[in-house]
């Protein structure tokens, strides 16, 4: 299998799941629109395909040859009229253009099909290279001059739609779409109608892998901009597998480069390829865990600072859920980088390890004085300062629920690497309280 095999099958997969995930995702507004784009999507991977296959196919497949050739200028000419209804479908110009330019394409298909050699008299298939025999007629200068026409209303009309946007991440996402379709239409232009006619046919391949590339493109544009409504669900699923196919793309491309250099073989066997390709899904599919696990263990590791974006992430995970405090205080002391942390609710103390402190010390601590409302560190008193010196403690802060009553306190020990706390560690310490009140609300259903 080629690199060119490699590349325009991948880009097709992504491009046909960057239009699914946008089609399914949409909102009832969007969703006509999403709709040609979706189906602009599966002709490009129609047309990659195509064409990948025919200049693929060996010597003697003569009666499949015809078949993927005509494939290769239908789909793209279908993929054209798609791309003029996402384009212009909001208009009612648009409408009759797009509608217009089906039927055209409809009547140009049944009569090439009808006699093909108003299109290409003959092919060629060789081990150097595959090629078509196109006839320089009116029939093919039709189908460039309806290349060109939709692909110039398609960016006009883009680039109305960008005008009169007056929101900032839709005109972002319509100048991603537009310089990538100038970009294909312009690689099109030479590749797949001007050379294939007069000098070379085995450079097809460079236009349909270009959009390709530019659908997904702008899928990613959709989720960077924000440009459509798409459901959570959906956006986080398909997502995750246009990124998973992404990086299995890049990976089989590095592969390919490095593999022919070390070996000097122009194509590796397909076992080595199937091997490496399920090889690298596996490893992304384990991504996630990978990445908890060492996040988690960067947190621990780094005692001299706190890695407050996995603590957020961590709690707002255990904010839906039944909460074992005395797994939350463990994992608090671990990350937050604290001798002890403890909660007292109710009147009882649950910390991250055991703590000789009796009923009565722990009563003590919670006849403390209330703090003025946006405060949280509470003032000890002689008793209770001597309590917490006994136990090596630094602090006490009081727990306030989402209408700011208080229902319990958290009791911090010492920073580790450190005698005293800094103004750092108070800040941070700070940000977090309130954000464990929020998990362990004393109205939810506490596990000793």
Same mark, same amino acid.
């Given at each position: 299998?080629?690199?060119?095999? !490699?590349?325009?099958?991948?880009?097709?997969?992504?491009?046909?799941?960057?239009?699914?995930?946008?089609?399914? *995702?949409?909102?009832?507004?969007?969703?006509?629109?999403?709709?040609?784009?979706?189906?602009?999507?599966?002709?490009?991977?129609?047309?990659?395909?195509?064409?990948? /296959?025919?200049?693929?196919?060996?010597?003697?497949?003569?009666?499949?040859?015809?078949?993927? !050739?005509?494939?290769?200028? =239908?789909?793209?000419?279908?993929?054209?009229?798609?791309?003029?209804?996402?384009?212009?479908?909001?208009?009612?110009? %648009?409408?009759?253009?797009?509608?217009?330019?089906?039927?055209?394409?409809?009547?140009?298909?049944?009569? &090439?099909?009808?006699?093909?050699?108003?299109l290409f008299v003959?092919?060629?298939?060789?081990?150097?290279?595959?090629?078509?025999?196109?006839?320089?007629? &009116?029939?093919?200068?039709?189908?460039?001059?309806?290349?060109?026409?939709?692909?110039?209303?398609?960016?006009?009309?883009?680039?109305?739609?960008?005008?009169?946007?007056?929101?900032?991440?839709?005109?972002?996402?319509?100048?991603? /779409?537009?310089?990538?379709?100038?970009?294909?239409?312009?690689?099109?232009? !030479?590749?797949?109608? =001007?050379?294939?006619?007069?000098?070379?046919?085995?450079? =097809?391949? !460079?236009?349909?892998?270009?959009?390709?590339?530019?659908?997904?493109?702008?899928?990613?544009?959709?989720?960077?901009?924000?440009?459509?409504?798409?459901? @959570? %669900?959906? /956006?986080?699923?398909?997502?995750?597998?246009?990124?998973?196919?992404?990086?299995?793309?890049?990976?089989?491309?590095?592969?390919?480069?490095?593999?022919?250099?070390?070996?000097?073989?122009?194509?590796?066997?397909?076992?080595?390829?199937?091997?490496?390709?399920?090889?690298?899904?596996?490893?992304?599919?384990?991504?996630?865990?990978?990445?908890?696990?060492?996040? @988690?263990?960067?947190?621990?590791?780094?005692? *001299? +600072?706190? #890695?407050?974006?996995?603590?957020?992430?961590?709690l707002n995970r255990?904010?839906?859920?039944?909460?074992?405090?005395?797994?939350?205080?463990?994992?608090?002391?671990?990350?937050?980088?604290?001798?002890?942390? %403890?909660?007292?609710?109710?009147?009882?103390?649950?910390?991250?390890?055991?703590?000789?402190?009796?009923?009565?010390?722990?009563?003590?601590?919670?006849?403390?004085?209330?703090?003025?409302?946006?405060? &949280?560190?509470?003032?000890?008193?002689?008793?209770? +300062?001597?309590?917490?010196? #006994?136990?090596?403690?630094?602090?006490?802060?009081?727990?306030?629920?989402?209408?700011?009553?208080?229902?319990?306190? =958290?009791?911090? %020990?010492?920073?580790?690497?450190? @005698?005293?706390?800094?103004?750092?560690?108070l800040i941070q310490?700070?940000?977090?309280?309130?954000?464990?009140?929020? &998990?362990?609300?004393?109205?939810?259903?506490?596990?000793?």
């Open positions: 299998m080629s690199l060119t095999s !490699i590349l325009l099958f991948a880009t097709s997969v992504l491009a046909v799941l960057s239009g699914f995930s946008v089609l399914v *995702g949409a909102s009832k507004v969007d969703r006509t629109r999403m709709a040609w784009f979706f189906v602009a999507a599966m002709m490009a991977a129609l047309w990659s395909v195509a064409i990948a /296959l025919f200049l693929a196919l060996p010597v003697g497949s003569e009666s499949v040859a015809p078949v993927l !050739i005509m494939l290769i200028y =239908i789909a793209s000419a279908i993929m054209m009229v798609a791309l003029l209804g996402f384009a212009s479908w909001e208009y009612v110009i %648009g409408k009759v253009l797009t509608v217009s330019a089906a039927l055209a394409v409809i009547v140009s298909s049944a009569v &090439v099909l009808h006699d093909t050699s108003i003959g092919f060629t298939l060789t081990n150097q290279g595959n090629t078509v025999q196109l006839v320089n007629g &009116v029939m093919y200068w039709l189908y460039t001059f309806f290349f060109v026409l939709n692909s110039v209303l398609a960016w006009f009309f883009i680039l109305q739609h960008s005008r009169r946007t007056r929101i900032k991440r839709v005109r972002q996402g319509d100048y991603v /779409l537009l310089v990538g379709l100038m970009v294909t239409g312009a690689l099109s232009m !030479i590749s797949d109608l =001007i050379l294939p006619l007069f000098v070379r046919y085995d450079l =097809i391949w !460079i236009g349909p892998l270009a959009l390709s590339i530019t659908l997904v493109t702008f899928y990613y544009a959709i989720l960077r901009f924000r440009i459509i409504s798409i459901s @959570s %669900g959906w /956006l986080k699923t398909l997502s995750y597998v246009v990124l998973l196919v992404s990086g299995a793309v890049i990976y089989m491309l590095i592969f390919y480069l490095i593999f022919t250099a070390l070996f000097k073989i122009p194509n590796p066997s397909a076992s080595v390829l199937v091997l490496n390709f399920l090889m690298i899904v596996i490893v992304l599919l384990l991504m996630p865990l990978i990445n908890e696990v060492s996040a @988690s263990m960067r947190s621990m590791i780094s005692v *001299g +600072q706190v #890695d407050i974006a996995y603590v957020i992430k961590k255990l904010a839906a859920k039944n909460v074992d405090l005395r797994e939350l205080a463990a994992f608090l002391a671990t990350h937050l980088h604290f001798a002890y942390i %403890g909660f007292i609710i109710n009147g009882k103390l649950y910390g991250s390890k055991s703590l000789a402190m009796s009923a009565e010390e722990v009563i003590q601590l919670t006849h403390l004085k209330p703090t003025p409302r946006g405060e &949280v560190w509470q003032e000890p008193s002689k008793t209770v +300062q001597k309590i917490l010196d #006994d136990l090596d403690l630094k602090a006490v802060a009081e727990l306030r629920n989402a209408k700011g009553k208080a229902f319990g306190q =958290i009791v911090v %020990g010492k920073p580790l690497g450190k @005698s005293s706390f800094e103004r750092r560690d310490l700070e940000m977090i309280i309130n954000l464990v009140a929020t &998990v362990i609300d004393s109205e939810k259903h506490i596990r000793a």
